[in-house]
C-alpha cells in the first residue's frame, strides 16, 4: 500500500475502531489479503484447509456488513456462492459444457465458458459468456493487473434472460483472481453503469486489513465523496 494511503486509512479508522471492525475467517480458514473497492465494498479474500488446491474464498461487506460469499477453484469457476438475507446457496453443475478456464485466458487471450448453476431452491440457470484479455495493464495502489473484456449472460430452464453483464474486470495472473471493473449490468429495460474497481490492497500487518467497513463511494464520512453507491451485482466479479 502507498503510504498516503495508509494514513488516510488510519485516520478514516483508528485502531481502536478498526479492531472491532475486523472479520474472523470461518475456523480452519485464514484471510490473505483484503481489497477495499468503489461502489462502498471491501472483500476479504482467504483460504481454506479443507478445500482443493487452488480454491478461493471471498466476502464482501457493505455498510450493513456481509451480503456475499463466494468459492472459486484454480481455473477461477463459480463453484459456490452465498447470497444474504436471506441466505441462498448456488453451486456450479458438474458436466459444464465449455468450463471456464483461467489457464486458457491468460495462455491464449480468450477463454469462452457455458456452464449450469444451481440453486438449493431447485432452481437451475445456464450461463454463457467470455473473457478476453485486452492487451492493458493497469496499476492500482502499486499491484499491476492485467485488463479484460467480458460479456456473459443467465438464463432459465425456459431459456430466458435472467441477468445480462457486459464490460471490463481486472486479472492477477499470478493470484488467479479476477477484480470488477468498469462494466455494465441489463435491468431488463436499460444498461446501468456499475464500478466496483479496486482501490486498495491491504495485506497482513497492514492498517485496515480484514475490515468490515468500506471506504469509499459511501457517505461522506467515510469517502469523502458526495452521494451513495450504486448496488453492483453481486455475481459479476467472481
Not at 30 to 46: A, G, L, P
Not at 142 to 163: P, Q
Request: charged share 25%; with cysteine.
Amino acid at each position: 500500500m502507498k503510504p498516503a494511503l495508509l494514513l488516510c486509512l488510519i485516520m478514516l479508522a483508528p485502531a481502536p475502531a478498526l479492531a472491532a471492525n475486523q472479520w474472523a475467517a470461518p475456523q480452519g480458514c485464514e484471510i490473505f489479503m483484503t481489497v477495499q473497492s468503489k461502489e462502498c465494498r471491501v472483500s476479504n479474500h482467504y483460504r481454506c484447509t479443507g478445500d482443493a488446491p487452488g480454491d478461493q474464498w471471498r466476502a464482501d461487506f457493505d455498510q450493513d456488513g456481509i451480503f456475499f460469499q463466494s468459492r472459486i477453484n484454480s481455473e477461477a469457476e463459480w463453484v459456490e456462492s452465498y447470497e444474504m438475507n436471506p441466505k441462498v446457496r448456488q453451486e456450479l453443475l458438474p458436466g459444464a459444457m465449455d468450463p471456464a478456464s483461467f489457464s486458457d485466458l491468460v495462455a491464449n487471450g480468450r477463454d469462452d465458458f457455458i456452464f449450469s448453476l444451481r440453486k438449493e431452491t431447485g432452481e437451475e440457470t445456464d450461463v454463457r459468456g467470455f473473457d478476453r484479455l485486452t492487451g492493458k495493464t493497469w496499476e492500482i495502489d502499486g499491484i499491476t493487473l492485467s485488463e479484460t473484456e467480458y460479456g456473459y449472460e443467465e438464463t432459465d430452464a425456459m431459456g430466458s434472460v435472467l441477468r445480462q453483464s457486459r464490460g471490463f474486470e481486472y486479472i492477477h495472473p499470478e493470484w488467479r483472481l479476477f477484480f470488477s471493473g468498469p462494466s455494465e449490468w441489463w435491468d431488463g429495460s436499460a444498461w446501468l453503469p456499475v464500478d466496483g474497481s479496486p482501490v486498495a490492497f491491504i495485506f497482513p500487518g497492514e492498517p485496515g486489513f480484514a475490515a468490515t467497513e468500506p471506504l469509499f463511494n459511501c457517505d461522506p464520512v467515510l469517502s469523502g465523496l458526495e452521494g451513495r453507491a450504486a448496488v453492483v451485482p453481486v455475481s459479476v466479479q467472481r
